[in-house]
């Protein structure tokens, strides 16, 4: 039986033994992990005159080190795995997580396991992938779920092809290969930041009998009341999952867990988030049945109402004693170095018009770019080529209830009106009518539509066919 206990870790050296006593003087290698991901892989073949005292494992020589070069940084947080090579189970005092700041680790209890677990097919498709995280338990993670996988039969080209959609360009020949080594190349790819920067793409590719509900979701524009509703009645895949600084590999393993055991119930899948229109074009991901949609609003109160979100954000924050990321990031461009003790109507007066003319915070144009760029015209084209739906906030309860039979009378995520026209000086009100020219041509070719057909929402055709209003 392999057996082995982990001495020591800090952010500089790893200290332990393995060892199997059917074969005491067999050597076992081990594997360590950094975040979930595998750094390095050794021979356990040092003198432990401790083990050769025990008369257990031979001459004792099942000892290993391993020095972190350079040293883990002392300002991150870091979970560290020691597992047996072959077996890919940790050894003893094997899992620990090091605190920012700290310099010793603390060793983290691994969660039982089940004495027996179903041994399933390793995946050599997208959906045979995405399916297997169905059984992913988030109190183990990843690897434990990699353990129950049966790799006798897959080769490199499977794993590539199952988690980023093709073969890759080359190939070493030669590559060492067995079931462990097709384990962590595995749990390599996984961790990649290619799958995670992708992975709305190739969840949506995985399951091609699925209708897609595909959202175009302009900030400011109603996306997060929609959201919310579709989200609770389609099994979802959403765009912050991409991106690493806002969510954690296990978070996303976690998110495609519930992801995939939901879809099994519906016959239909949403992606939503702040996508642009060219993600979903780009890849190709638009056919026929499937279902793409956006919702726009008048530009000066898309304007107004990125400002009042930032405002509330920074009491939000202020309230909760915390700094996030966005708030963090606008309080340097307004050249802020912390948050007000609070936002009264004198800091509101100081920096609302600071905040409405940065155009990195309140972005001109912005349905033309999240549309996928270019004048009012190549947008209006682009939704007709593309078989996209639009309504606008005016008709948006209306439209929510008719196309997808959801009541709604309040909107999520609301902000607090910081500011509004009617506290607009003459020269911000001049700025807000005239900063989004193509996004008030494309507005107002949208209404036109609108009151044209009668309806809650317009294709883009209708758009494209109906004649533009006179400026």
């Not at 462990?180 to 920067?197: E, G, I, K, T, V």
């Not at 972005?363 to 004048?375: F, I, K």
Request: charged share 25%; net charge negative; with cysteine.
């Amino acid at each position: 039986m392999i057996q082995g206990h982990v001495d020591r870790i800090t952010r500089q050296v790893i200290t332990g033994w393995a060892a199997d006593d059917a074969a005491p003087d067999a050597q076992v290698a081990v594997s360590i992990f950094v975040n979930g991901r595998k750094l390095t892989q050794l021979v356990c073949n040092q003198p432990r005159a401790d083990l050769r005292h025990k008369g257990l494992y031979g001459e004792g020589r099942h000892g290993f080190t391993y020095e972190f070069t350079p040293a883990l940084p002392v300002a991150e947080a870091a979970r560290i795995a020691v597992r047996f090579a072959e077996l890919g189970t940790s050894l003893g005092h094997g899992n620990a997580l090091f605190a920012r700041g700290a310099a010793e680790a603390v060793v983290v209890p691994e969660p039982p396991q089940k004495q027996e677990q179903l041994i399933v097919p390793a995946p050599v498709d997208p959906r045979t992938l995405f399916r297997l995280f169905a059984l992913l338990e988030p109190a183990l993670g990843l690897y434990p779920l990699l353990c129950r996988l049966d790799f006798e039969r897959v080769r490199p080209s499977h794993l590539d092809y199952s988690v980023l959609g093709k073969l890759p360009e080359v190939y070493p020949r030669g590559m060492p290969w067995s079931p462990a080594l097709a384990r962590d190349y595995l749990n390599d790819l996984l961790y990649s930041p290619r799958f995670q920067q992708n992975v709305l793409v190739y969840a949506l590719r995985a399951f091609p009998e699925k209708q897609r509900l595909m959202f175009v979701h302009i900030p400011k524009c109603a996306g997060s009341d929609l959201s919310f509703h579709l989200a609770s009645r389609f099994p979802s895949i959403e765009q912050r999952l991409m991106d690493e600084t806002w969510t954690s590999k296990e978070e996303l393993f976690e998110a495609l867990a519930g992801f995939v055991r939901e879809l099994s119930f519906a016959d239909a899948l949403f992606a939503r988030g702040h996508i642009p229109l060219d993600l979903y074009t780009d890849a190709e991901l638009i056919r026929p049945a499937d279902r793409v949609f956006t919702i726009v609003r008048d530009p000066t109160e898309i304007a107004l109402s990125q400002v009042n979100y930032v405002l509330t954000k920074f009491q939000l924050n202020i309230d909760a004693g915390v700094v996030e990321r966005d708030t963090e990031e606008w309080l340097q461009k307004l050249g802020l170095k912390e948050l007000p003790p609070a936002v009264t109507p004198q800091f509101v007066d100081k920096y609302a018009r600071r905040l409405l003319q940065n155009a990195e915070i309140v972005e001109p144009n912005s349905m033309c770019r999240w549309l996928g760029g270019g004048d009012a015209q190549v947008v209006v084209e682009r939704l007709a080529r593309h078989l996209v739906e639009v309504t606008d906030t005016a008709h948006y309860n209306a439209w929510l209830s008719e196309k997808w039979g959801i009541t709604a009378h309040t909107r999520r995520n609301e902000s607090t009106k910081y500011v509004s026209l009617s506290k607009l000086g003459h020269q911000e009100l001049g700025y807000v009518r005239e900063f989004s020219p193509e996004d008030r041509k494309l507005y107002s070719r949208v209404q036109h539509a609108l009151a044209v057909t009668g309806r809650v929402s317009v294709s883009g055709e209708d758009i494209l066919n109906t004649s533009p209003p006179p400026e």
